[in-house]
Each structure stands twice: as C-alpha cells, then as structure tokens.
C-alpha cells in the first residue's frame, strides 16, 4: 500500500503533464540564450556565476538574460494559460 500512495493519482499525473506542456511551450517562447540561463538556473540548479563562465558572457549579462527570461516567461504562461481556460 505504501508504494502506491508514493505514486500519482490518474488526476495528479493529468495535471503534471499538462503543466509540463504549457512550460514547455512557455520556454518555445524565448530565445536561444534566454532560454539556456533559465533552464541552468532554474531548473537544473546551477549558480549565475557558473552559468556566466560556462556560456561565455559577463556575470551582469547572466542577470539580465536571466531577470528578462523570468519576466518574458511568466507573460507567455499567463497566456498559455488564458488561452486553455485555466485560471
């Protein structure tokens, strides 16, 4: 029983996938270099300063790419999910 309460319900598995669908389609929305801090520094954990020396490009520059991401990425969310009907 402890193995199965570990696992999704049928509604928890349908609400997981389809926010990773509207992310999904949220991060489709920025570019290329917006994209990449995101995905380093929010999903995959990495510090700014890392992000800055992996990708090349000044630590002041991170920040921006990543604060203009964040901002961009909430807005294309919100309409993605207008668009679907959710709140």
């Known amino acids: 029983a402890e193995a199965q309460s570990a696992e999704a319900s049928p509604d928890e598995a349908v609400a997981r996938n ?3 669908e509207i992310l999904e389609q949220g991060l489709a929305t920025l570019d290329f270099e917006k994209r990449t801090v995101f995905v380093m520094a929010d999903l995959e954990g990495h ?5 800055a020396e992996l990708i090349g490009v000044g ?3 991170t920040h921006s790419r990543l604060r203009l ?6 807005q294309a969310l919100h309409r993605i999910k207008l668009k679907r009907g959710i709140a």
């Open 69 to 74: 991401a964040r901002e961009q990425l909430s």
């Open 18 to 20: 389809q926010a990773r």
């Open 59 to 61: 630590v002041s520059t």
């Open 47 to 51: 510090p700014v300063p890392e992000i």
